[in-house]
């Protein structure tokens, strides 16, 4: 049914429309949102048949997550930003264990300084925790991605973290068409976990295991995420052959026949850059997107063979790898290796920045017209001064005092925002 | 089977599960149906107090739970050594997740069953005194406050054994550990520190808290079948001498657990929703210094000739003369 | 495309009708979109929230730099944030208050742009009336159909019962009712003025 709905509240929809049997979760803005319309639904009996645990951290909401999955419930959570670093622990515990369970991440930069706002950083620091990441680029790929990602899981037994840009995407209104139960429910059959603890079949789940046989479980894990990349797009046909609706897949291609220029990028800034991409067409100028919506595990040959058309690539991430570079970029590199495409990284939306259609433009005109060094990272829409300004002050003594507070006291401008 | 009348002292405190007994009034491990859920084969050293305090606890909760039972298990000693790939010693389901989570993970098994209408199994978690106290700390009073339908057990080493015996904050006084040595002008773990869980885990209004040792057998497992039969959170803190740590003698195990409760060290009580309900009286009291003398961890106490350290002594004296008057432990009825 | 940006303070609802308008463009088989400035949303803080509506599906993600529609819900924010910044010469602009603009300082600032498409509603007595309580969110909308045509009066009031159950659904009803009758009744008078 097509309905004008929050972000948030299609996406606890979506998650009720799995019948999850265990939701554990801590709030943190911007997520929260989702996990109190899943609580109001498990109290009024809405969604039926669930547990809704009110833990202490979010240490504790994945903690929790591993008991009731081990358990053979399906289960999930969600978190975004600090709170996705306060599970770090239990992530690579439950991908390690073979945990099949589904966590939204709402996602937001990571402080210090705090930030609530909108960027990948989150993420992206977990992107080797084994699980598996996908990202949406609206409130109606959230919805469908959600679904997939239960059978993704379910199906190879590995925890999966849909991706979704707070408050962007989670307190964006918009129009949203959600499934029935009954479609979600021939999509996603009952959870029959690949290991249990049941007393009837007592097993250990969990053992210490030395130098003898560490690298071949951690081989498996790597296999299983390979295995993802058949098992996503199978499960993206099925999904439409279902829902009638085209989502999920590994890579997106927009305007990529005959693109000169391709711009790569995650979640829902690809709105806002195939605008561009189509302003830059009407101008003449060759140019196409391609939406990585499966970031781990990372499909290396997908992305070699939309990009390999292309002269240029420009990847716009909202995170980078401080002291080292861009994340995508790194790994869109990596694809490309051996051809002679260009690969211009831009790390563009930090902390909340708005990416506009002006910036983007000018970017890309940058780029077309050769005046941006594909070796160096760029910092779309830096204020290079304000920035040199703060190094002058740093420069003339050492207790020059905090650089944030410093930088915010030269703008004038005074930081606010519901932690 | 002829059964041997024994004197009416002897089958309670002090004697040890013996097979001598009437049936009924064994313990689980001295019985022919014993679920064994610990099994032989394990690599706990020689008179793991440990060891032998999860054997019990966990083969009481079986026979009370008819077998249908979950274990969760923090990481620590416990862990390491009853599964050393690919073996485990382990005979019911049993899940170790991470050393901070376990009641977590506990109440996430609870949630789980509960969801699929299987309350009849029922959830024990586990954890040394480092994933109880210190870093499951914040998991556990989560579970607590929630009142999830888990039984933590604390096996109270009083240390983080598994990483070489360092200091734990249910390390007492004086002891040395390797990051609390006896060097410096206040040898061994400092005064004044510490926290005390099962009050803590009292405070809660939980409906069942109890400590006990490993060495008084039947009161552990009859603790443990009182704990099966209340629905919530409830919280065992056992204390488990550690040989290896304590620098006490293997075969001492369970005389060094009795001294402990005999000296007022270590109280032994019983409480449900916040109050305490039952205390186990001291039998025949004992001073501290007889407990302390069995331990290397104490030597410097008593160590440079005849001089020692008697301050010390007397004030741990003190700390146990202040767990016997807040507890009543002397006195009335045995 | 048309976009609208809603200046507020928190608590007077300035995101939840940003999100009715959409529902009520949605309600008239139209794509909208409406999202809020995130994180100030404490009591008395500036807020801001936007809506674009559109006959084919909306992509951009980016704030609303350049409205074509401005409401301003608390006219005291008038001199402490650039209300106007990027409002198109023909754009639209109602401001909430019983005042006119000369009185609050800023008919110049008003007179940049179509005295046709400018109106002032007292939302914040409407609704107090109506409603009892001086939110004025609902009737502010009310008010907005009847100055762009943007949605239609019945599209609004369904959005608000969406949201408001039982007296308050209907308070803010008759408060948007009241205050889309102000509008057009005072385009006259401003259509007179033109002249
Ligand atoms: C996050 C984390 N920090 C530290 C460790 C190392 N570690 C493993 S077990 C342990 C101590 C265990 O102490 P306790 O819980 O008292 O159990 P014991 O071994 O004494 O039975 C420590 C420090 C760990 N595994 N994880
Ligand atoms: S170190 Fe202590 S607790 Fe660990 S196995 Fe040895 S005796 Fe048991
Ligand atoms: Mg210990």
Redesign the interface.
């Known amino acids: 049914m097509l309905r004008?709905i929050?972000g948030s509240q299609a996406v606890a929809t979506a998650v009720q429309l799995c019948r999850p049997e265990v939701i554990s979760a801590y709030p943190i803005?911007?997520q929260t949102h989702i996990v109190e319309a899943l609580s109001d639904r498990v109290r009024t009996g809405e969604l039926a048949g669930c547990e809704y645990l009110m833990v202490e951290s979010e240490f504790g909401a994945l903690s929790a997550c591993i008991g009731s999955s081990g358990a053979g419930a399906r289960s999930y959570t969600a978190t975004s930003s600090q709170g996705l670093l306060f599970m770090a622990e239990a992530l690579f515990n439950a991908s390690g264990l073979g945990l099949p369970i589904v966590m939204t991440v709402a996602n937001r930069a990571i402080g210090a300084p705090i930030n609530?706002?909108n960027d990948h950083s989150d993420s992206m620091s977990m992107r080797d925790s084994g699980w598996i990441q996908l990202f949406a680029r609206s409130n109606q790929e959230a919805v469908e991605l959600h679904i997939q990602a239960f059978r993704l899981a379910e199906t190879l037994s590995v925890p999966v973290m849909v991706c979704m840009?707070g408050?962007?995407l989670t307190?964006?209104?918009?129009?949203v068409d959600l499934p029935s139960q009954e479609q979600v429910d021939a999509f996603l059959p009952p959870f029959v976990p690949q290991q249990s603890l049941d007393p009837r079949d007592p097993v250990t789940i969990g053992a210490m295991v030395g130098p003898e046989a560490f690298a071949e479980v951690k081989y498996l894990m790597h296999a299983k995420q390979v295995a993802a990349l058949d098992e996503i797009p199978r499960i993206s046909e099925d999904f439409a052959a279902t829902f009638g609706r085209d989502s999920g897949g590994l890579v997106r291609p927009y305007r990529l026949d005959d693109a000169e220029t391709v711009v790569v990028a995650l979640g829902?800034?690809?709105?806002?850059v195939?605008?561009v991409v189509d302003a830059m067409r009407e101008e003449g100028v060759r140019f196409g997107a391609l939406a990585i919506s499966c970031f781990r595990p990372w499909p290396l040959e997908e992305v070699r063979e939309a990009l390999s058309g292309a002269k240029r690539v420009v990847v716009v991430e909202k995170a980078f790898a401080v002291g080292a570079g861009g994340i995508v970029g790194q790994n869109t590199r990596l694809a490309l290796s051996g051809l002679p495409t260009e690969v211009y990284n831009v790390v563009a939306g930090l902390g909340?920045r708005?990416?506009?259609?002006a910036s983007l433009h000018g970017l890309f005109a940058d780029v077309v017209e050769a005046r941006l060094d594909p070796r160096r990272l760029h910092f779309l829409d830096l204020d290079v001064a304000l920035v040199e300004r703060e190094l002058a002050r740093a420069g003339q003594g050492r207790r020059s005092g905090p650089h944030a507070e410093n930088m915010l006291r030269d703008l004038g401008v005074v930081a606010?925002?519901?932690v | 089977m002829a059964f041997q009348e024994i004197k009416l002292y002897q089958v309670g405190t002090s004697v040890v599960g013996n097979r001598l007994l009437d049936p009924e009034h064994r313990t689980a491990q001295a019985r022919m149906g014993r679920s064994n859920t610990l099994t032989s084969g394990h690599r706990a050293c020689q008179g793991c107090g440990e060891a032998l305090g999860a054997r019990y606890v966990l083969d009481a909760a079986m026979r009370a739970t008819g077998g249908n039972m979950v274990a969760v298990n923090s990481t620590g000693c416990l862990e390491v050594f009853s599964t050393p790939y690919p073996e485990s010693s382990w005979q019911l389901p049993w899940l170790h997740s991470l050393f901070g989570n376990g009641p977590a993970v506990a109440a996430g098994v609870a949630a789980a069953l509960k969801a699929k209408g299987r309350e009849d199994i029922r959830v024990v978690g586990q954890a040394g005194d480092g994933g109880t106290v210190d870093i499951g700390f914040g998991c556990l009073s989560g579970m607590f406050e929630r009142n999830d339908d888990v039984l933590f057990v604390c096996y109270d080493n009083q240390g983080y054994m598994n990483t070489g015996v360092q200091r734990s904050s249910a390390t007492p006084p004086a002891a040395r550990t390797a990051n609390t040595k006896a060097i410096g002008p206040e040898a061994g773990n400092v005064f004044g520190q510490g926290k005390n869980v099962p009050r803590i885990a009292m405070a809660h209004e939980i409906p069942y808290v109890a400590t006990a040792t490993v060495a008084d057998l039947h009161d552990l497992e009859a603790k443990v079948e009182k704990a099966m039969t209340f629905r919530g959170a409830r919280y065992l803190h056992v204390l488990v001498p550690c040989p290896l740590g304590w620098g006490a003698n293997s075969a001492d195990t369970i005389r060094v657990a009795r001294l402990a409760k005999e000296s007022g060290i270590f109280p032994v009580f019983e409480g449900e929703r916040g109050e305490v309900t039952a205390v186990s009286k001291i039998r025949r009291q004992v001073p501290v210094e007889d407990y302390l003398r069995l331990q290397k961890r104490y030597a410097h106490l008593f160590a440079n000739g005849a001089a020692g350290r008697p301050d010390i002594v007397a004030r741990l004296q003190e700390e146990a003369d202040r767990n016997i008057a807040r507890y009543g432990l002397l006195g009335g009825e045995l | 495309m048309f976009a609208v940006r809603i200046h507020g303070r928190g608590g007077q609802g300035a995101v939840t009708a940003?999100?009715m308008l959409?529902?009520a463009a949605?309600?008239e088989g139209r794509?909208?979109?409406?999202?809020?400035t995130?994180?100030?949303?404490?009591t008395g803080?500036p807020v801001v929230s936007f809506c674009r509506i559109d006959d084919r599906p909306?992509?951009?993600?980016?704030?609303i730099?350049h409205p074509d529609a401005l409401i301003v819900q608390d006219p005291t924010l008038l001199h402490q944030v650039n209300l106007f910044a990027g409002l198109k010469p023909d754009g639209f602009l109602l401001v909430n208050t019983s005042r006119s603009l000369a009185d609050l300082g800023i008919a110049e600032l008003a007179g940049a742009f179509d005295v046709r498409r400018v109106a002032t509603v007292p939302a914040t007595e409407l609704a107090r009336e109506h409603l009892g309580r001086p939110l004025p969110n609902a009737a502010l909308l009310g008010g907005f159909a009847a100055l762009t045509g943007e949605v239609s009066l019945t599209a609004v009031t369904k959005a608000i019962l969406d949201r408001f159950a039982g007296a308050v659904g209907a308070g803010n009803v008759k408060a948007a009712e009241a205050a889309f009758d102000h509008v057009l009744a005072s385009a006259g008078a401003r259509a007179a003025e033109v002249r």
Do not use: K, N, Y
């Not at chain 1, 829902?268 to 806002?272: D, E, H, N, Q, R």
């Not at chain 1, 708005?354 to 259609?357: A, R, Y």
């Not at chain 3, 909306?58 to 704030?63: A, D, N, V, W």
């Open positions: 004008q929050e803005s911007p609530i706002w840009d408050f962007v307190h964006a209104f918009e129009a829902s800034v690809l709105g806002t195939e605008e909340g708005p990416i506009t259609q606010s925002g519901s | 940003a999100e959409s529902v949605f309600d794509h909208a979109q409406a999202f809020p995130f994180g100030s949303e404490r803080a909306i992509r951009l993600r980016e704030p730099s």
